[in-house]
């Protein structure tokens, strides 16, 4: 009846949405703490405090009128400004405020950079799992993602990389630190990337991207990560205040093209002119400033890695087969049987709410976002515990199917 | 190099947003109160009273991380609900909460409601005058626009509208109040418009869509216009806070699927599926609640309707032909020498800024938005009427071109 595309997506809904509705309504059923709610990357600690200090003093200083007006596609000067130069202070890179763009979140700056950047058929290389949207975003630019095998510890398989890269490669998307595994690339393995694009735009004569997905960047248990326009020149950095300001519901990232792009400005008019096609007309101007106020501020990490000690010591300590995140929000669990969608339909069982793997791209997995109060980690491990009790005990085999830290 | 479609539309932008930048930077350059800056639709008057309480006392009794967190993709329950309790209450038209999905602005829930109703190829009839971004968001929903006459007070000519409608008419677009003209459609002729489209889906034997986008519905100088989803079932109606609560930047709408549709449930599944393939992660949440609570609130109608009182007076007494508007705050002026470009050039000349009517799809028209400050007009006129005066000089002709009021 309706475009078929569109209808399907939203039937299917992604499998993340999926169990946050579920646990929404489970929740109204059995009661909020009765549910163990692992499902969506909602942060879970406040945005810090010069975000509602922000908010105060611009109603206080400026007139409604000016204050929530249309402001520039791309963004309000002083915003963008203050972006590239940031950029250029903190990482050490060139920048220009001019190839800044201002956005709606992390989404809105995939769909708009990939429809900028792809011409109908060319391929992205995407290293899995995933971020299950890609696959969407890419589909809805006209490209086409060839997924990338990764290491055991769901680093880069550079060699697979290479492999990958065609004539019809456009850009490579990374995303570090990783949604769904923590992973967060080294500064030697993203230099490496760097010279295997380098070596490939030259056989093939053309750019093949680095576009880098970064809205964890801040999220990371040890050495902050490589810039990547420090490492390649034809790079398209993609930020969100969602994580690092949490403020994911308000929808305010960037876009910053590398002003050492080739035809970066040509490049910048595409993003433009794809903001338009999709509908966005400005990023909502409120949090545009609130954001350049808070520039270089980040909710409190230590919440997140507490967490992040707590869930993987238990859970590695049960028998669950985990890597130890290395940034992010998300513990990537091998499942207790090969099937990830029937293993997350069992932990429902146990009211444990898992993403199921195969929308990753990976099978026999679920990831498990533990930006949630500490309270819910330590109250779920009962029932983790349980749920690894029965697979344990439907197995008649007391040993961990899998590899036991 | 990049995506054509994409570069073009970037490059050229919008006359409108072109022009909006240059009066920025000539702005920067002469001094603000020298140029006389009506090119976009940016709301000249303050947010009621009710947009900075709610803000203030969501940040009062909300903990952060709950206020800034996502939404379920289609919106807050509470503001569906909220906003569809207000259209059943208000228009006196049967609504669900259900059928009711949260946008970024006006121009999302364009794109998203196209992209889900369009089908390959499939046509969209509009009446001309209409705002330009409509070309390119059919386009970027793979259909194709069919521009229909208007009669000369700008208002629907039905038996334009019958004729063209063919078998690949997907939808009948209408924008009332109206941006360029100001028309607002009334109530017998929005009825007859209902008719047709009943006929022409029984003949036909595929529903033939009424989207109608409703920015403005609350800018009127005269009668309410009649809510659409009581002259026809299968309605499809776009909504914006951008201009009843002066939000334009915040980027807050919606779209209300009519219950009556036929297969509303599964329109609204391509809507949610669309939204997620542009990107639409979900509206930013704290301008959701803040618009749920100010439902029915408007911006101070009186000045928009002085200032029209003011403009039209003054430029018609001047011998400028142009219509009364009926409502939303723009001024539609027939340009003083047929090609509306070289009269807008020429009014820069004089710092007027005037959007030329060629991408609202009709020859030898200038939009003039008056959401300005009142003494913007004031100071505007001896310009007006130096740019007459060019005309009527140049032309050693002293009747107006014209018909004069």
Do not use: W
């Not at 995933?130 to 997924?147: H, M, R, S, T």
């Not at 390649?232 to 949490?246: I, P, R």
């Not at 990537?332 to 990753?360: G, I, M, R």
Request: aromatic share 10%; charged share 25%; hydrophobic share 40%.
């Amino acid at each position: 009846m309706f475009d078929r595309k569109m209808t399907e997506l939203g039937k299917e809904r992604s499998a993340i949405r999926e169990l946050f509705e579920y646990g929404n309504a489970r929740k109204k059923q059995i009661g909020e703490e009765k549910v163990f709610d692992f499902s969506i990357g909602n942060p879970s600690v406040p945005a810090p405090a010069c975000v509602e200090d922000e908010i105060v003093r611009l109603l206080q200083t400026e007139p409604a009128e000016k204050l929530h007006g249309y402001s520039s596609a791309a963004g309000l000067p002083a915003v963008r400004k203050a972006v590239a130069s940031y950029i250029q202070t903190t990482f050490g890179v060139p920048m220009s405020e001019d190839l800044v763009y201002m956005t709606c979140g992390a989404s809105a700056s995939l769909v708009v950079a990939l429809s900028a950047l792809l011409r109908a058929g060319e391929e992205v290389v995407v290293p899995v799992p995933y971020f299950p949207e890609y696959a969407v975003f890419v589909d809805a630019a006209g490209g086409k993602l060839v997924p990338v095998s990764t290491d055991e510890r769901f680093h880069l398989d550079l060699g697979a990389i290479e492999r990958a890269i065609g004539e019809r490669t456009r850009a490579v998307l990374v995303n570090s630190p990783n949604n769904p595994t923590g992973a967060v690339y080294a500064e030697e393995e993203m230099r490496a990337l760097g010279e295997i694009l380098a070596k490939k735009s030259a056989e093939y004569g053309a750019p093949v991207f680095l576009v880098a997905d970064e809205p964890y960047r801040e999220l990371v248990y040890g050495e902050p990560p490589v810039y990547p326009m420090a490492v390649y020149k034809d790079t398209v950095v993609l930020y969100s205040f969602s994580k690092s300001l949490s403020l994911a519901g308000e929808r305010i990232g960037y876009i910053a093209v590398s002003p050492q792009c080739g035809h970066a400005d040509e490049l910048f008019a595409a993003v433009c002119g794809a903001g338009r096609a999709h509908g966005y007309v400005c990023a909502p101007v409120l949090f545009q400033r609130v954001a350049a106020a808070c520039l270089g501020m980040v909710s409190d990490v230590g919440a997140y890695r507490a967490n992040r000690d707590l869930l993987y010591t238990a859970l590695s300590d049960m028998g669950y087969a985990c890597i130890v995140p290395e940034g992010a929000f998300y513990l990537f669990v091998k499942t207790l049987e090969p099937d990830a969608k029937a293993f997350a339909e069992q932990a429902k069982a146990h009211e444990l709410l898992l993403v199921p793997s195969d929308s990753f791209g990976v099978e026999g997995y679920v990831r498990v976002s533990y930006c949630v109060a500490r309270e819910t980690i330590e109250r779920s491990l009962p029932a983790f515990a349980a749920l690894y009790a029965h697979y344990r005990g439907a197995r008649g085999d007391r040993r961990a199917p899998f590899r036991r830290k």
